[in-house]
């Protein structure tokens, strides 16, 4: 089974709802979390945050976090799961930054850096990664590494 509809049977199983905030991914992982019929039962939304206006003003990024530490970064991945889920008002949250290509790299972060975040009542994990190939492949690698992560995040508050 798909992870996208393993994500759906469990946020169901659980009666969860998820909101997104997409910096990168300009929506694409909105886009498949509602291809799925009866996704309106646990999908409470989603921000496409690719200004740092946006992150700041509905996401309630503090300004000092992008200025110290950019937009792609741990704790502005934090910040936005965060903040979705505080404005969407939903139990998890799934917020993903980083540098799709092919510009906008640095040593430090080179093109293809994405940071996710899975965020909840309990926490937030963030996880760095380094994506290759060009922009539409890194933004694809993202979407797929998020829904994962929701996967085994669901997975583990099943079990406790």
């Known amino acids: 089974m798909p992870y996208d509809r393993q994500v759906a049977m469990l946020l169901r199983e659980a009666g969860l709802t998820l909101a997104l905030a997409e910096s990168c991914t300009g929506g694409l992982i909105a886009g498949r979390i509602t291809a799925l019929p009866g996704s309106s039962a646990y999908f409470a939304g989603g921000v496409v945050a690719y200004s740092n206006r946006v992150k700041e003003q509905l996401l309630q990024v ?3 976090l992008l200025a110290e530490h950019g937009a792609v970064s741990e704790p502005v991945a934090r910040a936005m799961a965060e903040g979705a889920r505080l404005l969407l008002g939903s139990d998890l949250a799934l917020a993903v930054t980083g540098i799709a290509g092919p510009d906008g790299g640095s ?5 293809g ?8 009542r309990s926490g937030c994990k963030v996880e760095r990664f380094v994506f290759s190939g060009d922009r539409e492949q890194v933004r694809k ?5 998020g829904i994962i992560m929701l996967k085994k995040r669901l997975e583990a508050s099943k079990r406790s």
């Open 141 to 145: 690698q993202t979407v797929d590494q």
């Open 107 to 111: 040593p430090e972060k080179p093109v």
């Open 62 to 64: 503090p300004p000092s």
């Open 113 to 120: 850096t994405v940071l996710i975040a899975v965020a909840d």
